[in-house]
């Protein structure tokens, strides 16, 4: 059961509140500051976690700023060796447990193990966390990210539930609620969920990004479109990863509307909110939305328009600096790398796909084998040979093994795009008639897809 007693500070040692109202051993209330402040970054999709460093630096035995300040900076990369400033911060994480708060302790293993032990045992803790301490929203979330990226979409929903009662007051917590819903196809659900977020907080970007995903689930494009086009604005001073990937779904959209201006539409913003002009690419997650949104355009509309614009992104992606960082962007740039008249990485990026994914998921041998086909056929794609890509996807392609990817649904319907396309060009058409009749029956009515 959640507790709601305030834990009994030892008279020895400063504590102070933070946020959530619990309990965090510190002396310096710089450091506090810096921590609520890191809170709402996060939940907000804000420019400045980096604020998470002067909460650490403000008190090096805070063990909370600490461990949240050594996984700030190893995140990104989630590489097996730490940075050294986060190893540094780290190690003064766990070596301040021992005059740290209950809760403190409890998010500071929940940290190490994501560092240390990977997202399943992290998983456990967090869930851990929420049991006791119900009103973080930040473990929340964090929680829900390694949900998303397991492909836990039931497990995003139990942590947001265990959350809900204890935070009705802020609009944060029914932004994570509505993805989750929507996730777990309680589409109407999550539409009611975002729109009690927004009501709270109208500039809450999760939320109007949930409420978008309702709203294209159930075709409505038209209503996303006057959602995103209001909110827009507020948009400008949040993180780029949030910033374009709203701005993706803008043009998903446009697409699926269609139109006369809706093809110079959608490459407006692919070159001014998307791609941008040419500079140093710093989350893989823009990669994901540029040739996402590309290959959703091949596919749907005209292959010719986007020739140019996937030999910019490969160009950047020659080094591959971010190669496994996140299973979409390997898969897309599979694809990418063969569009680009480059056979050998797209092969190449292929076999390390699969190796990493054999390494992997040994005891989920459906979803593995559901990533490694989608790597061969995406590498036929590149090609041009849809004929080889129908044949490799087969009859029983199932786009819900997928969810390992760390991709909504709508990100991932671009591939049942594919499989319907190639399906139906190869001649199989009862292949390409079972994902339009999915189409009918899971959204009530058929959304064009053009070819």
């Not at 990226?149 to 139990?158: E, F, I, K, P, Q």
């Not at 204890?166 to 009611?192: C, D, K, P, Q, W």
């Not at 038209?222 to 959602?227: F, V």
């Not at 709508?410 to 058409?429: K, N, P």
Request: proline fraction near 2%; include cysteine; charged fraction near 20%.
């Amino acid at each position: 059961m959640a507790s709601s007693s305030v834990e009994k500070p030892d008279p020895a040692i400063s504590y102070k509140n933070d946020l959530w109202g619990y309990e965090v051993r510190s002396s310096s209330d710089d450091c506090i500051t810096f921590l609520n402040k890191y809170y709402i970054e996060v939940l907000s999709y804000g420019r400045d976690k980096r604020v998470i460093l002067q909460a650490a630096d403000a008190d090096n035995c805070c063990a909370l700023a600490c461990g949240l300040a050594a996984v700030y900076l190893w995140a990104p990369q989630k590489s097996t060796t730490l940075p050294p400033r986060a190893l540094i911060y780290l190690t003064a994480a766990k070596e301040n447990l021992v005059k740290a708060s209950k809760y403190e302790e409890l998010v500071v293993r929940a940290l190490v193990a994501w560092i240390e032990h990977g997202s399943e045992d992290a998983l456990a803790r967090h869930f851990e966390v929420l049991e006791s301490y119900p009103r973080d929203l930040l473990t929340l979330k964090r929680g829900q990210t390694l949900c998303f990226n397991m492909g836990r979409s039931a497990d995003m929903l139990r942590l947001a539930l265990k959350a809900l009662p204890f935070n009705v007051e802020r609009g944060y917590v029914f932004g994570m609620l509505a993805f989750a819903l929507v996730e777990v196809g309680s589409i109407r659900e999550g539409e009611s969920a975002a729109r009690m977020a927004l009501t709270i907080e109208a500039q809450d970007i999760w939320a109007q990004h949930a409420l978008c995903h309702a709203l294209e689930y159930q075709c409505r494009f038209k209503e996303a479109l006057t959602l995103m086009n209001i909110s827009c604005s507020s948009w400008l001073t949040r993180c780029s990863f949030m910033r374009e990937h709203n701005w993706w779904h803008v043009a998903a959209c446009q697409l699926e509307l269609g139109g006369r201006s809706a093809l110079k539409t959608v490459l407006y913003i692919y070159d001014e909110h998307i791609w941008g002009s040419q500079r140093v690419i710093k989350n893989p997650q823009t990669y994901i939305n540029a040739l996402g949104l590309l290959l959703r355009m091949e596919i749907r509309v005209d292959s010719s328009i986007v020739q140019e614009r996937i030999l910019q992104v490969v160009s950047s992606l020659k080094e591959r600096a971010f190669e496994h960082q996140e299973l979409l962007l390997d898969l897309l740039a599979i694809w990418a790398f063969g569009r680009a008249d480059q056979p050998e990485e797209a092969i190449e990026m292929a076999e390390s796909v699969k190796s990493k994914v054999l390494a992997v998921d040994v005891h989920k041998p459906s979803t593995m084998q559901c990533v490694i086909s989608l790597a061969a056929a995406l590498c036929e794609c590149g090609r041009g040979n849809l004929k080889a890509v129908a044949e490799i996807l087969g009859s029983t392609f199932y786009t819900g093994n997928l969810k390992v990817l760390g991709a909504s649904n709508e990100q991932l319907d671009v591939f049942e795009d594919l499989w319907c396309i190639s399906s139906l060009r190869a001649g199989h058409v009862t292949q390409g008639r079972s994902v339009l009749q999915k189409w009918t029956s899971t959204r009530g009515h058929f959304c064009r897809l053009e070819s």
